[in-house]
């Protein structure tokens, strides 16, 4: 079993830019796709990003396209999440998951990490 944890979040101004860090135990992270999905208060969980295993293949949200760039390196078991241009409206917690793809249906049986806050002030 892998265990994500996520790392990076914090406080931002608007126009602003944040990376954030998955990191994963376990010696079968390349086994995965990675996404990375995000709740804000009130709000259901949406999905932000996905990586396939090797990273060939990535998948965006409309609302974080163009601002936002998912990579991985299998090497140290890790997943990133830069954002550029970040908007109050992308303050929400971000979650980090193990799954099966890089679409979001995939990650109904995925690993989920605890979450980092993302706070972007106007």
């Known amino acids: 079993q892998v265990q994500p944890v996520e790392s990076g979040g914090g406080l931002v101004q608007a126009g602003g830019s944040l990376g954030l860090s998955c990191a994963a135990s376990?010696?079968?992270?390349?086994?995965?796709?990675v996404g990375w999905f995000r709740q804000a208060p009130g709000k259901e969980r949406e999905f932000v990003a996905a990586?396939?295993?090797?990273?060939?293949?990535?998948y965006y949200a409309g609302s974080v396209k163009g601002r936002f760039t998912i990579s991985r390196d299998n090497v140290k078991n890790t997943v990133y999440l830069q954002m550029n241009s970040l908007k109050p409206e992308d303050t929400a917690v971000y979650y980090c998951?193990?799954?099966?793809?890089?679409?979001?249906?995939?990650?109904?049986?995925?690993?989920w990490g605890q979450g980092t806050q993302v706070t972007v002030s106007s």
């Open positions: 376990g010696r079968t992270f390349s086994d995965y796709g």
């Open positions: 998951a193990l799954g099966a793809g890089i679409f979001p249906s995939q990650y109904d049986n995925a690993y």
């Open positions: 990586i396939s295993r090797y990273g060939s293949s990535t």
